[in-house]
Structures are given as structure tokens and as C-alpha cells.
């Protein structure tokens, strides 16, 4: 079922020469020429110095650590932000608005997930389809077109009437890709578009993306998911500080060379394997817990010292088990329990996840973190506030204290305390949180995927803090939807479907595959499942 | 097959587009036209004579500045957050004052005039408006608020004291005996007139620039535009408003706008128009506008005499808090079911990946 209408002409049709990732000599022209741009924010450059051509048909990588300058970069090629300096030729032509650059055949689909509350799914959609007054097609029409591109994107059908409000991130996700492609673009840039989606959905994006490729679009990718980059890329362009630092072709694309080029050498990738070391006793104890309506129970022990792992599909229940943990959701049946200097402790609500110590993180720093409004210091001691007081004054001396402690030890580089938590890069603003969450001294760290947007060197940085709490005796819950984490810091990995535990895969079985097939509902069936 | 197919999925797709938006119509109708029925049903036994075709037409005059200033309203509080017009009042006001003072004592009474002036001066003052908050980015509330202090001075400074007469045609829709009034034909008439706009796509664009600017501007949509459109549909409104003021007055009085512009933004809201942007309807706020209106016949009907003033603003402000509440309340219970929903996950995706 062909539904996204395509007119291919004779030069879009790429040569082999660049499929294969080299540099064509005498090929089609370029898609996209950046030389030279420069964009700096009062005393920030973002940009400094950024070159990269792009040709018709090929899947194209902007790679670089969170803070070099990509999302800038996007910015600029979707005539979002003007550059200070520099030429920007896309198609031939430098377009002057947002408006222009999607005339002109430009689709971007950016990292914030851009959908207007409230409004149904099929008009956001078309949203800038329609002219001002005027729309260029029927509903009837619409809805022909559109129906069909989300279920094979989606692989599940969705009333498009609906309003978009009550749809999870995912479908959100896949509602601004489908926006892009619906204007059938000639260059097609995605900033992080993945982020919100699982592996499987994943897959089926680049698929799509191959396809378009093959069609002759130009697709200029922002992934922080290095297997993606190694699987799906044809060429990748590596940022630093704002400036390119060199492009790679398809073969060589590997892991250690973009962590080389992007940390300028100085990052080992090599990993460290676990450290075999006793467990203590039980910390924490999930007996018969119920997260959703229907849901099978899951029960689950997890001792002190140990890193146990959460994995799921999108939708099956993971971010709202460890929100159960945290005290955020009360369990619809069962109970957990925390079990600390040999007393216990039943988590229903956050006061008692408090009690417990408790510490929760959530890659979703926009709605479970950041106060956006306040500074570095302010968004550090939220969890001090009420501890460090002083006749109802916070006293910001302790709170400055710790700040110096945490920001070494987890070597977070803001330039001052005051300065707003915002102007920082989304692996510092991680940073921020887990200081925040790690300040309160907790017993028990829950973690809602918190690599997501982060750095490829912050990561690193997490994964040993990681271990490291574990050393200390710390009970530690991960979910991560980045498979390879979870088999890399987990001695056990609890795969859940359809909210409850399907099976638990343990040390020596541990392997991605087993973890990924255990999520499709192919491992043997755990404790739980029904 | 692929022919049938589509039809018939298309078939179905039309069906399935008209279902939820009609139960969400009804939930966020809900509260204003609740508050109306009881209201209703409280003046059968309190007012009966509101019941006749004299009641109906006099409360038609009465009401009708109110429900056009609403109506006015309503596109300017969609088109952006914190969206709310606070210069109505007195620039409604304004529009009668030169009605009466500019055209009337000068013999340019004929409707022709008048309609020309209203809806001109209307368009033309929310073009200027528009344009701060659209193109200058102003506060909405900042701007508008300038607007009610200056046309609150104005029109003093235009006529120091109340006075001056109407041309007749204004004078007989002033004085309607029965519901066949030119003036509820001009109310159905912008009922009409909104229905057919809201179809449009500009009304869409004023919904989608109002619910998120940014996702409208980076997908080629221009917020500035739309939202100075929405202020020019919302000038003919007010222009119309301005009218059937002076239709109600029989004259003209320059202090009349301060409380009207209070009256209004309580029925907005009453009305379920969200100051969030993007969402409400001009139905509920004209409902939200007839239960204000409603609201003042039944403490009529109390005989509160002197302290009468007092008690409607207490009333008011109840209904105002007991209408978000209500509102909210419903909100919530939807909330509720579409996080039930996302919990359990959705049953077609686990169909497809076994």
C-alpha cells in the first residue's frame, strides 16, 4: 500500500557510489551545504565553526556530546534561529523562516516532542499543511492520508478524531515524524526522534528512513543511541564544542571512533566488568504488587548492594513500576516494602518513600526534575529545603556545601551556582538531579531511564556512579530503555509485559538477545506471568 | 479491493470523527448549560412573566450587549494563553458614546452609519490591539488593561454627562413588545455567522496557534497573523455589541463600560473558555453570558433592595468559582479514564507483536 505519493526525478535517484558511503566524486549535488556557521547566546557559542554536506539519499549522522551544538544546528537548518555567520544552503536556497523551509521541501522534527494539547490528532498532524485560510485538502482527504502512514509507522491503528491529550509520549513521538513526512520532504532532519520510542519502534523508523533514503531524500540523523548510528548511518559528521571535528563513512562507523572523535581522545569506551561481589540482605520487597487494572502481580526481592534491571516495551508497565517504588503511584494491590537498619517500611505514598529513603531520577527532566525557572543551586537543594531551615529561612551555606561535594563527585560543569538550570546541557542537568537525589543521603536509588537525551560521556559517568552506590550497599532499581545498560550494570534483569513480570533473566544468561526476546514475550515464563 | 477498502474505512473514519468531538462537546457544555437550566427553572416559579412574549423581548435587549461582548471575546481568548480582552467594557461603551454624541446629533443616524462605525471602529481598535500582542509580543492582559483605562478616560472626556437620544429604528428595537425583534435576528444571525467561521480553517489555525505558538510557528504556521485575525473577528462582535448597547440605553452613557467588562469575563469563563488558550467554545460562552444574565433577573427577584449592588457581586464571584470547579471536576474524570487506558496498554500493539 503505497501511500506516501512520491515523484522521484531522474537526479534524486542516488548513485550507488554514495549508498555504499563514499564521497562521490562527480555525483548528484549536495542537499545541504553548512560552512563556516557560527551562533553564539549572549556569551555561549553553540555554534562555532560548523561544516557538513549532505547528499540526496543518504542517511546522514550529526553526532556529538550533549552541549556540542547539534540541536543548535537543527535550529539552524530548519531557519528556526538565523545564523550569525557562516553559509547555509539547503536545496540551493538559505530559507528565512520556518514557513519557507517547509515550502521549500525541509521537514525537522525536533527533540521537544512540538503538539498542541487539546487539538485532535489529525490536525496536529497537518498543522502548517493549511494555509492561513485556506486548506489544501479535505478532511476525508487527510484522514486517507493519514490513517494509513501512522498504522504502518505505528503498527496499530489510532482514531485520528481523538484529541491528542490522553496519548502516551510514544504516539506523540510518532505524530510529529509523521507531521514531517506527511509534507513529503526532499531534506528530513531528526533531532533525537527515537528518544521516546522503544527498540522495536526503533527499527521500524529506520526502516522507514532506508526507504526514504533509497527515494532519494536527504536524512540528516541526531541519535544518542550508538547502535543505531552504527547500523543505520551512511555517513556521520562528528561535532565538538560547536565545531565539525571530522566525517566518517559507513565503515567507519564504530562505536570507539565517534567516542573518540567526539571526546577528542581522551574517553576510553572500554568496559569495566562487574565487580563480583557479595549481596547484602534483602532491601527491598515487591509482594504481589499491582500496577495497572488486570495487570499479573510481580514479586520481586531486591538486597542490598545489587543493581537489579527493568526492562520493557513501551506500554507495558515499566516507568510505572518504579514510580510505584518511589512512592509516586499507589500499587492497586500488594505492597512494597523497604527493609532498612532491620526495620521495614511500606511504600504507599511519597512522604513514605521519603521515610524509607527512597531517591528517585526520571530521564524526563522537563516533567519529573527541572524547575526550568530556577537556578543550578535552587534545582540542587529542593530535597535539602525542608531539612536545612533556619526559623522557616533556608539556610543556603549547608546547600552550597554539598552542592561542592556532589558537583566533584559527579563532575558536573556549570559555571556558576546562580546561573538558571536551563543554560546548562541535558547530561549536566541529569547531573543536577541525581546530586539533588544523592544529597538526601537515600538507602535506595530508583531510576526511571535516566539516560535519555545524555551524553555518551555522562553516561560513562553514570554507569560508574552506579556501581559505585551499589559498593556502598545501596539497593538500586534501574529501567532503562537502552538494553545494553541494563546487561552491562545488572546482575538480574525483571522483563515486563502487559504490566507484570514476565521473566527475570539472571547472570550468565544475561544477554541482550535474551533481554529483547524476553520483551517481544518470547522467554520462558516467569514467577508472574500469566 | 483496495477501492472498497478505503471507502469503507473512509466511511467509518467520517463516523468516528463526529462521536468524540460531540461527547466532548458535552462535557465542556456541561456546567454552563446545567447553571442555565436551573436558572431557568428557578424564574418559572420566581418570574413567570419573563415567560411572555414582552418578557422574552426585553430580556433579548437586555441581554444582547453582554452575549456579543462574549462573543467578542471568544476568539481573542483562544488565540493565546492569558488571551483575555480586558478593554470591552469600556469600549463598548465608547462605540455608544460616538454613536450617539458623533453620529446620531449630526444626522448620521441611518443603520448604514451606524453599522459602518461600530463594525469599522470595532475592527480597527482590535487591529491595533492585535498587532501588540501578535507582531510585539505585549502581554495580552497588559494591553488590554491599557485599552479599559483609556477608553475609560476617553469617553468622559467625549461626553462629560450622560444624555443624548437614539435615531428611531434603535429606539424601536429598544422598546420591543415581542420575540420578533430585529435584534434576536441579529443574535441568530452571529450565531449563524460563528458557526459557519468555526468551520473555516483560519478558526482551526486560531485553535492550534492559541493551544501552542511554538509548535505552529516551527510547522510554518504564523502565530502573528492568526492571533491579529482572531482580534479582527473579534472587533465586528464588538462593534455589534456597541449596537444593541445603545439600543438597550436608548442613549448614550460614557460610565457604563468599568462593570460590563467584569461581567463579561466571568461569563467567558462561566462559558468553559479556557485563559490557557486554545480551547472553548463560543456556544458555552454564550450560554456562560445568558446565566449571568439570568443570575441578575433572579436576585431581581429578591427585593434586596439598596444592598441589591453588593449581593449580585457576591453571587457572581460564587458562580465564577463554582463553575471552575465544576468544570475541573469533569476534567478530571476524563483525565482519569485516558490514564486507565495508557496504563493497561493498548491491546492492538500486543496483538501485533506476539
Known amino acids: ?530 | 479491493m483496495t477501492v472498497r477498502g478505503t471507502a469503507v474505512s473512509l466511511r467509518a473514519a467520517s463516523a468516528a470523527l463526529r462521536a468524540p468531538r460531540a461527547a466532548q462537546a458535552a462535557t465542556e457544555l456541561a456546567t454552563p448549560a446545567l447553571v442555565c437550566g436551573a436558572l431557568l427553572v428557578t424564574l418559572a416559579f420566581r418570574f413567570p412573566q419573563l415567560y411572555s412574549s414582552n418578557g422574552i423581548a426585553s430580556a433579548v435587549t437586555a441581554s444582547a450587549p453582554l452575549i456579543l461582548t462574549v462573543l467578542a471575546m471568544t476568539p481573542i481568548a483562544i488565540a493565546s494563553p492569558g488571551g483575555i480582552d480586558l478593554s470591552v467594557g469600556p469600549f463598548v461603551a465608547f462605540l455608544n458614546v460616538g454613536i450617539v454624541h458623533w453620529l446620531v446629533s449630526n444626522g448620521y443616524g441611518n443603520p448604514v452609519a451606524v453599522f459602518a462605525f461600530a463594525i469599522g471602529v470595532g475592527i480597527g481598535f482590535q487591529l491595533i490591539q492585535g498587532l501588540l500582542i501578535g507582531a510585539l509580543r505585549l502581554q495580552p492582559v497588559i494591553v488590554t488593561l491599557a485599552g479599559y483605562l483609556v477608553f475609560s478616560g476617553l469617553n468622559l472626556v467625549v461626553l462629560p454627562q450622560p444624555g443624548g437620544t437614539v435615531p428611531g429604528w434603535l429606539e424601536r428595537w429598544g422598546a420591543a413588545t415581542s420575540a420578533n425583534t430585529p435584534e434576536l435576528y441579529l443574535l441568530l444571525g452571529c450565531g449563524v455567522a460563528w458557526w459557519l467561521f468555526s468551520r473555516t480553517t483560519f478558526a482551526r489555525n486560531v485553535r492550534l496557534v492559541g493551544g501552542n505558538d511554538k509548535a505552529a510557528w516551527v510547522s510554518g504556521l504564523s502565530p502573528t497573523l492568526v492571533r491579529v485575525g482572531a482580534h479582527v473577528v473579534g472587533g465586528v462582535f464588538i462593534g455589534l455589541a456597541g449596537i444593541t448597547l445603545t439600543a438597550l440605553l436608548q442613549s448614550a452613557d460614557p460610565t457604563q463600560g468599568a462593570s460590563q467588562t467584569l461581567m463579561a469575563v466571568t461569563a467567558l469563563i462561566v462559558g468553559g473558555v479556557s485563559l490557557a488558550g486554545g480551547r472553548g467554545r463560543a456556544l458555552g460562552a454564550v450560554i456562560g453570558a445568558v446565566d449571568i444574565f439570568l443570575i441578575g433577573y433572579v436576585i431581581g427577584t429578591l427585593d434586596l433592595g439598596s444592598s441589591e449592588s453588593f449581593v449580585s457581586n457576591l453571587i457572581y464571584g460564587a458562580v465564577l468559582i463554582g463553575a471552575l470547579f465544576l468544570g475541573s471536576l469533569t476534567g478530571s474524570v476524563a483525565g482519569i479514564r485516558g490514564r486507565l487506558t495508557r496504563a493497561t496498554g493498548s491491546p492492538a500493539t500486543s496483538a501485533v507483536l506476539e
Open chain 1, 1 to 530: 500500500m503505497q501511500t506516501n505519493v512520491r515523484v522521484v526525478e531522474p537526479s534524486d535517484i542516488p548513485t550507488p557510489a554514495i549508498r555504499d558511503g563514499a564521497e562521490p566524486v562527480s555525483g548528484p549535488a549536495p542537499a545541504v551545504t553548512v560552512s563556516g556557521v557560527r551562533k553564539r547566546f549572549g556569551d555561549v557559542r553553540a555554534l562555532d565553526g560548523c561544516s557538513i554536506t549532505a547528499f540526496p539519499g543518504e542517511i546522514h549522522a550529526i553526532v556529538g556530546e550533549n552541549g556540542s551544538g547539534k540541536s543548535t544546528l537543527v535550529k539552524v537548518l530548519s531557519s528556526v534561529l538565523p545564523p550569525d555567520e557562516g553559509e547555509v544552503s539547503i536545496l540551493g536556497r538559505q530559507p528565512s523562516s520556518p514557513r519557507a523551509a517547509l515550502r521549500g521541501g525541509i521537514a525537522t522534527v525536533f527533540q521537544e516532542i512540538l503538539v498542541v494539547e487539546g487539538a485532535s490528532v489529525l490536525d496536529n498532524l497537518f498543522l502548517g499543511h493549511d494555509g492561513l485560510l485556506r486548506s489544501g485538502r479535505s478532511t476525508k482527504e487527510k484522514v486517507a492520508l493519514a490513517e494509513p502512514l501512522l498504522e504502518r509507522l505505528m503498527q496499530d491503528s489510532i482514531d485520528v478524531s481523538l484529541p491528542i491529550d490522553d496519548l502516551p509520549l510514544s504516539t506523540r513521538q510518532w505524530i510529529v515524524i509523521a507531521r514531517a513526512l506527511l509534507g513529503d520532504p526532499r531534506v528530513l532532519i531528526l533531532d533525537e526522534a527515537t528518544a521516546a520510542l522503544d527498540e522495536q519502534s526503533s527499527r521500524r523508523l529506520f526502516e522507514t528512513l532506508e526507504r526514504l533514503a533509497g527515494d532519494g531524500v536527504c536524512v540528516l540523523l541526531i541519535s544518542h543511541r550508538i547502535a543505531e548510528l552504527t547500523s543505520f548511518a551512511d555517513r556521520a559528521t562528528v561535532l565538538r564544542d560547536g565545531a565539525t571535528v571530522g566525517t566518517l563513512t559507513r565503515d567507519e562507523i564504530t562505536g570507539e571512533q565517534l567516542l573518540r572523535l567526539m571526546s577528542g581522545g581522551s574517553l576510553s569506551a572500554e568496559r569495566s566488568a562487574p565487580a563480583r561481589r557479595e549481596l547484602g540482605p534483602p532491601a527491598i520487597r515487591l509482594d504481589g504488587l499491582r500496577i495497572a487494572p488486570g495487570s499479573p502481580p510481580i514479586d520481586a526481592v531486591v538486597s542490598a548492594g545489587e543493581i537489579l534491571g527493568i526492562a520493557a516495551l513501551e506500554g507495558h508497565g515499566a516507568p510505572e513500576l518504579v514510580q510505584t517504588i518511589a512512592g509516586i503511584r499507589a500499587p492497586l494491590a500488594g505492597t512494597v516494602e523497604i527493609v532498612a537498619d532491620g526495620r521495614s517500611h511500606v511504600v504507599r505514598s511519597l512522604r513514605d518513600a521519603e521515610r524509607a529513603g527512597v531517591g528517585y531520577v526520571s530521564g524526563d527532566r522537563t516533567r519529573e526534575g527541572l524547575f526550568p525557572n530556577l537556578s543550578v543551586l535552587q534545582n540542587f537543594g529542593m530535597a535539602l529545603y525542608r531539612r536545612s531551615t533556619r526559623a522557616g529561612v533556608i539556610a543556603f551555606g549547608p546547600i552550597r556545601r554539598r552542592f561542592v561535594e556532589q558537583s566533584e563527585r559527579l563532575s558536573i560543569t556549570a559555571r556558576r551556582q546562580s546561573s538558571p538550570v536551563t543554560s546548562l546541557s541535558g547530561g549536566n542537568q541529569q547531573k543536577v538531579l541525581i546530586g539533588r537525589v544523592l544529597a538526601a543521603s537515600p538507602r535506595i536509588v530508583v531510576l526511571n531511564d535516566p539516560t535519555r537525551g545524555v551524553d555518551i560521556r555522562t553516561k560513562q559517568d553514570l554507569y560508574a556512579l552506579l556501581r559505585e552506590l551499589a559498593a556502598e550497599g545501596k539497593a538500586v532499581i534501574l529501567f532503562s530503555t537502552e538494553i545494553e545498560e541494563l546487561v552491562d550494570l545488572c546482575r538480574r534483569v525483571v522483563v515486563l509485559r502487559h504490566g507484570g513480570s514476565h521473566t527475570t533473566i539472571s547472570e550468565g544468561e544475561l544477554t541482550p538477545a535474551r533481554v529483547l526476546a524476553g520483551m517481544f514475550g518470547r522467554g520462558e515464563t516467569g514467577s508472574g506471568a500469566a
